[in-house]
């Protein structure tokens, strides 16, 4: 891997990272559902006025009930999922429980595609849970904690099976046109959503900042460096940046939340990396 590309990939692990602390700071004043869709749309729009100032045409109509069926599996729904967990969880904590998403992806390719499920596969799967249990300890006492967890578990899955399901009946879609049309088609599919939100209050500077950083730097910005890194390394090497998110995760929301970064939670940090590390590895 060249020097650029490994600083491409440690530059998209800290923006994907810092998306969950940006949730963080918008979710408790704007509520899950507009947090999600603002930040869709907001990525939407800049990636169509991206892709229209280089000239790729997206073609809505061939591709456009991919992108709406994707959009909410891989953005739409996630999104929302976090949002609700980003009222009582740490942005470390969600970080973390984000990287189970190739565990769910390994094991739906074994039960929908019928792949084998390897022993290096299994051990990580089961490294994956351990440390989802050692993780959901501290939260032990609450029930809207873990309701939260279960919600990020929820979101990983979902990313999972977007995964398979590009994988096995979306393959031929152009990736440019799957990182535009997935935001813009799940924003507007979302958008019923937002009369069921509380009336935002206390919007300050820093909150609308962070939903335009969600929006262009966690989402126009990133899918472009991420589909970059495809054309470069390869798809195998652009999802080792799933290593470094929690990292980078956990330090964001360290740094500028001043969250606790327990032993308990660092354990079971270690557990779920070193799963994901055994799913992706060849």
């Avoid at 530059?11 to 004043?29: E, H, K, M, N, Y």
């Amino acid at each position: 891997m060249r020097a650029a590309d490994f600083g491409r990939l440690v530059a998209l692990a800290a923006i994907w990272g810092a998306s969950f602390l940006f949730t963080r700071i918008v979710a408790p004043v704007l509520g899950p559902a507009l947090t999600a869709d603002l930040r869709m749309l907001v990525a939407g729009v800049a990636l169509v006025a991206y892709f229209r100032l280089v000239g790729f045409d997206p073609d809505w109509r061939r591709w456009g009930s991919k992108y709406a069926f994707v959009g909410l599996l891989n953005s739409g729904l996630p999104f929302l999922l976090y949002a609700y967990s980003a009222l009582y969880l740490s942005a470390g904590l969600m970080a973390v429980l984000n990287a189970t998403a190739p565990m769910w992806g390994a094991l739906l390719t074994v039960l929908l595609l019928g792949e084998r499920l390897t022993g290096r596969r299994a051990a990580g799967l089961a490294l994956g849970a351990v440390g989802v249990a050692v993780l959901s300890r501290p939260d032990a006492g609450t029930t809207r904690a873990f309701l939260a967890i279960a919600a990020c578990l929820a979101a990983s899955f979902l990313y999972g099976l977007a995964g398979v399901y590009m994988k096995r009946w979306a393959g031929e879609v152009p990736a440019r046109g799957m990182a535009v049309g997935t935001q813009v088609a799940a924003g507007l599919l979302m958008l019923p959503l937002i009369p069921f939100s509380p009336p935002p209050a206390g919007v300050t500077v820093l909150v609308a900042a962070s939903v335009l950083a969600l929006g262009l730097l966690c989402g126009a910005v990133a899918y472009l460096l991420y589909f970059r890194l495809i054309v470069d390394i390869g798809p195998a090497g652009a999802l080792t940046v799933t290593y470094l998110i929690p990292l980078f995760g956990v330090l964001w929301g360290t740094l500028f939340l001043g969250e606790a970064l327990s032993i308990t939670m660092l354990a079971g940090g270690v557990l779920v990396v070193l799963g994901t590390v055994f799913v992706l590895r060849n």
